[in-house]
């Protein structure tokens, strides 16, 4: 059965995944910018390879993307820091982690090759990794099977299982219990996860463990790197401030956001783009101009003008989590398209946190609800009730936020849980 499953991905399905994105990349430029990048991985490794001292350790690290490295930064930066001979190679999936990511413990950064047998296991013996860690789900079956081959431990890290379990097919579900048998261990964020995981497993040799999610520890060095207090980031001691980070799933908030507006006069509204784009951009501003008001656009990592503005676009990528500290109110979005996105960043910053049902990959999403931290709605009227019941009750909202921030200082501690089994396993 093994055997068929390698050669239905290998011969049918990557081929498939591997064209359907090169069509889509004409018309698509984040795809395009991964699949160039994909093209210039060799030559990188070859380079970087070719000045490494023969008793340099290099661990390799996989991260789908902007999320996953925050997820990693802060276990690659004690894999660095526990011995001088450690040399780190980050790769990603995704152009938002490659651009963006921000780590002076990474030696090399690529995207990651494509998973054909061929040119992974040129790269791999290339790079002759001491181990790998790949960061929650994106771990792809050559770089498993290949590894597997070469003796060289895989590790997947930050791993949840998500409530519903309904993986991409059938032969989605055998390929994942094939390549969770194949990897060297395994670190769950919940025990619940581990006892799934095991579950599956025939191969009794892979290690499972719990460890938590890494991402808090990262969210918490963040926190003491950067602004910490409100009014530092944008000036604007003293007002209400509601953030949303949204989708274009996420416009149904607009007309809400606007009648609020229109009764609690001294707020101030920061909108903030997935991916902003031109185009979403002027989007956007179409929307808002259609309910008579105006959507400033800030372009800025600090917005010194933003106090003269109701409702403001931030455009600048990188500093929604320095954001969030000057806020009142966060709605988080993603949670009515393919997922909610980081709610942890929000929590850090002591604040309640609103968000769409679909929550089912984040752990720390059902904690928050769990700790009254947080509050998911699934539409535009529980979306307004929600809101108005928050700036209605200052004491409601203090102790909403409180319980928000206890969720990241209650779980820290994961990071060096993981790098110390990862070393020792």
């Not at 009515?336 to 709610?343: C, L, Q």
């Amino acid at each position: 059965m093994k055997f068929l499953i390698i050669f239905i991905y290998n011969v049918f399905l990557y081929p498939f995944i591997f064209v359907s994105f090169f069509v889509y990349g004409f018309f698509n430029k984040k795809i395009r910018t991964a699949l160039l990048g994909k093209l210039q991985t060799n030559r990188r490794v070859n380079d970087f390879t070719s000045k490494l001292g023969k008793k340099s350790n290099v661990y390799w690290i996989h991260m789908a993307s902007l999320g996953e490295f925050y997820q990693s930064k802060r276990i690659i930066d004690l894999l660095k820091l526990s011995s001088p001979r450690n040399k780190i190679i980050a790769s990603f999936s995704s152009p938002s982690g490659y651009e963006n990511f921000n780590s002076s413990s990474v030696n090399l950064s690529i995207y990651l090759p494509f998973d054909f047998p061929w040119v992974i296991n040129k790269i791999m013996l290339t790079i002759k990794p001491k181990k790998i860690m790949i960061c929650s789900y994106d771990f792809w079956p050559n770089l498993v099977w290949l590894a597997k081959r070469n003796k060289i431990h895989v590790n997947v890290f930050s791993f949840y299982i998500k409530s519903n379990r309904s993986y991409f097919s059938n032969l989605g579900n055998k390929i994942l219990k094939l390549l969770l048998n194949d990897l060297s261990s395994i670190y769950t964020v919940t025990s619940n996860d581990k006892k799934i995981i095991t579950s599956m497993l025939k191969n009794r040799t892979v290690i499972v463990r719990t460890c938590g999610n890494p991402r808090y520890d990262t969210i918490e060095e963040m926190n003491a790197i950067n602004n910490k207090y409100s009014s530092k980031v944008l000036n604007l001691r003293g007002k209400k401030i509601i953030i949303a980070s949204t989708h274009k799933e996420d416009d149904f908030i607009i007309p809400v956001l606007i009648k609020i507006s229109r009764i609690y006069k001294d707020l101030k509204f920061l909108y903030v783009p997935h991916e902003p784009t031109n185009f979403e951009i002027s989007r956007l501003k179409k929307i808002f101009k259609s309910f008579e008001e105006t959507l400033y656009v800030n372009h800025e990592s600090r917005g010194r003008s933003l106090s003269k503005n109701k409702f403001t676009l931030i455009s600048k990528v990188g500093i929604l989590y320095n954001l969030y500290w000057d806020c009142q109110l966060a709605y988080v979005g993603g949670g009515f398209s393919k997922g909610i996105h980081n709610v942890m960043e929000p929590s850090i910053a002591g604040i309640p946190i609103i968000f769409g049902p679909k929550y089912e990959h984040a752990n720390e999403a059902y904690l928050l609800l769990k700790s009254k931290g947080a509050f998911c709605i699934s539409n535009s009227l529980e979306f307004e009730t929600t809101v108005v019941k928050l700036l209605s009750d200052d004491k409601f909202l203090q102790k909403s936020g409180d319980n928000s921030s206890k969720l990241v200082k209650e779980n820290l501690g994961s990071s060096k849980k993981i790098l110390t089994y990862f070393l020792k396993d």
